[in-house]
């Protein structure tokens, strides 16, 4: 009987230690955080060749550059900081904006990419032959990752897995939900395929009208709220051109001035952004 005591508080124990070490990811589970995110970003914007690590290197290099060129210009250390501080975050701008724009106008494409799929159906293709004859008959702008899907096929035979290498290249929420429905299909089979997808494209036509109606109507706070960050940064720019402003901002409380003037431009112009700009759609099936 202690034996077998001894036993279960040695097991209780061993759980207990095993409970605070994370369990190995398994087949088909994909790490989540900053990495990833960024990875998918720049997929989006047409830069999958870039990693995240490039991506940093890229903005600290930014930072260094144009605040040494900001102090030659104004020797005030903490103008050439601020210079920095948004120079650094520059790089990142420019890609999440690029990201933004490719998945707005690809937005506008599915619904064209789901009638392709279910005419391919209706004539007669099988699945992959369906998703594959987007590589050409497609819309142009998403091509390419499709005809990669048909040489992928073509090579291993392996549907599933060519779907997965999909995703990773479109990296669209759009695309995964698509590309989910199309596995289920296959694995579950059944006859409503024609009926999903004509459904499905109804859905997408209706969520693309209704973002466009909202998008257009709050694009002036954007506008605004890009202004209103630009203004006052212009304005030190010019101030800067006279040596007694250059003489008030090379002390303490110029310097608090200046930081505190950077901090509230970066909170208000997120608010600002975060009111007016719908969700993106998240990659719930990745």
Not at 42 to 67: C, E, K, R, Y
């Amino acid at each position: 009987m202690g034996v077998v005591v001894g036993l279960l508080l040695g097991a209780g124990l061993a759980c207990v230690w095993w409970s605070w070490w994370p369990l190995a990811r398994g087949h088909g589970q994909r790490p989540d955080g900053w990495t990833v995110r960024t990875r998918d970003t720049l997929t989006q914007a047409g830069v999958s060749a870039v990693t995240p690590g490039a991506l940093i290197g890229v903005s600290a290099l930014a930072s260094l550059l144009v605040a040494a060129l900001a102090f030659l210009v104004v020797p005030v250390p903490v103008v050439a900081l601020c210079a920095g501080a948004f120079a650094a975050a520059a790089p990142s701008a420019l890609v999440r904006g690029r990201a933004r724009r490719r998945l707005a106008a690809a937005r506008g494409l599915w619904p064209d990419v789901v009638d392709h799929l279910a005419s391919g159906v209706r004539a007669g293709l099988s699945l992959p032959e369906a998703v594959a004859q987007l590589g050409d008959r497609g819309p142009a702008e998403l091509r390419p990752p499709f005809r990669a899907f048909a040489e992928d096929y073509r090579a291993t035979g392996r549907f599933v897995d060519s779907l997965d290498v999909l995703k990773d290249r479109l990296a669209d929420p759009v695309a995964d939900r698509i590309i989910e429905a199309l596995r289920l299909t296959r694995d579950v089979g059944g006859t409503d395929l024609g009926r999903l997808l004509r459904t499905l494209s109804t859905f997408l036509r209706e969520d693309l009208r209704t973002r466009g109606e909202i998008e257009a109507r709050q694009s002036w706070t954007v506008y605004a709220a890009r202004l209103a960050v630009a203004a006052p940064w212009v304005v030190l720019a010019m101030l800067a051109t006279r040596p007694e402003a250059i003489r008030a901002y090379d002390s303490t409380a110029g310097a608090v001035v200046l930081v505190t003037g950077a901090v509230c431009t970066v909170v208000a112009y997120r608010v600002m952004l975060r009111v007016a700009r719908l969700p993106d759609d998240p990659r719930v099936l990745r």
